[in-house]
């Protein structure tokens, strides 16, 4: 899944790809905001991001789609 976060005053959002499913990830972002305190997710990679929760401004899961590479032919 792709996660899309903006935080404020940052001039660019946070993407990540989580190998969590939609369900895991949503309750997740959810404690973590009823919780305060701090969102911390990790990518696909092992690499975790951390996020204060009062600075975050809006969080987007996108399914994540197979990018196709080279040229493709319509039938």
Do not use: H, W
């Not at 792709?2 to 895991?24: C, F």
């Not at 905001?33 to 987007?60: F, S």
């Amino acid at each position: 899944m792709e996660v899309k976060i903006g935080v404020q005053y940052a001039p660019r959002e946070l993407v990540l790809d989580s190998k969590l499913s939609p369900k895991d990830l949503s309750e997740t972002i959810e404690q973590a905001v009823a919780n305060g305190g701090v969102l911390r997710l990790e990518d696909d990679k092992g690499r975790q991001v951390y996020i204060p929760v009062e600075k975050i401004a809006y969080v987007e899961v996108v399914a994540s789609s197979a990018r196709s590479v080279g040229f493709t032919v319509d039938a």
